[in-house]
């Protein structure tokens, strides 16, 4: 295993209305890159109206809170890699289901990669939420994935998780489309458009265990969430076809 470590990196965090969730986050990732001694960042970008962590969040070390446009996923992401500081780049969820014990695992990847993405199905026993308190999520967030991979490209498992730990010298403009997760769509597939080099790192994915999914739990409610993910799919499919 290399040794190698950047000099520093941003997390780039979109809230909106997870407090309790992002301060346990915040101190999961204070432990752990801690111990790689490097330097780094924590952007809080709330999207949320009422701004109601920004006295709370400020509290904390490393922390460096932003209101976001309130005009959804994509440009909160969007604010923050915009406001970064450090050449290196995490974007992750703040409902704790990305776990921060696989960057401080796989950093030394980033010696051999620019980006590392991190996948709920690179195995089967990856993806470990409950099918009585997930049941609907995980099924349509598998077969959305299938027909990712059969759309875009089959060398990814999975186009949805959103946890990516990248170089932005060499992904310096984030091609993020649309308005909530599908925007993740539209970045992988321009990582291999761009033939950057990058990797799939296994992770394993449990139920939420504090405050309730955005995309919701209800079948109609991710039938409504999905539709945007199946447009993005057309368009790049339609792209790719005019493009022959």
């Known amino acids: 295993m290399s040794n190698y470590q950047p000099k ?10 997870d407090l309790l969730c992002v301060i346990n986050l915040i101190k999961r990732i204070n432990f752990f890159i801690d111990k790689l001694n490097i330097s780094y960042e924590i952007l809080i970008v709330d999207d949320s109206v009422k701004l109601s962590g920004r006295i709370v969040l400020n509290k904390f070390s490393k922390i460096k809170y932003l209101a976001g446009s309130k005009k959804g996923l994509k440009e909160a992401i969007n604010y923050g890699f915009v406001n970064r500081k450090y050449r290196f780049v995490v974007i992750m969820d703040s409902d704790l289901s990305h776990d921060p014990v696989y960057i401080y695992k ?15 199905f690179k195995t089967l026993s990856c993806d470990r939420r409950k099918f009585e308190i997930s049941g609907p999520l995980k099924i349509y967030s598998y077969f959305l994935n299938r027909l990712s991979k059969f759309t875009i490209s089959k060398f990814i498992t999975d186009y949805t998780c959103g946890f990516y730990l990248f170089d932005s010298l060499v992904i310096n403009k984030l091609p993020l489309n649309g308005f909530y997760g599908e925007y993740s769509l539209y970045f992988l597939e321009n990582i291999l458009l761009k033939k950057v ?12 265990t504090i405050g309730k999914s955005k995309t919701g739990i209800r079948h109609l409610q991710i039938i409504s969430k999905g539709l945007r993910y199946i447009n993005a799919l057309i368009l790049i499919k339609i792209r790719q076809l005019s493009n022959y």
């Open 197 to 208: 080099r990058f990797i799939e790192v296994p992770i394993f994915f449990y139920d939420r």
């Open 8 to 17: 520093g990196i941003t997390f780039i965090i979109p809230i909106l209305d």
């Open 106 to 120: 796989n950093i030394y990847l980033l010696s051999r990669y620019s980006l590392i993405s991190f996948s709920r």
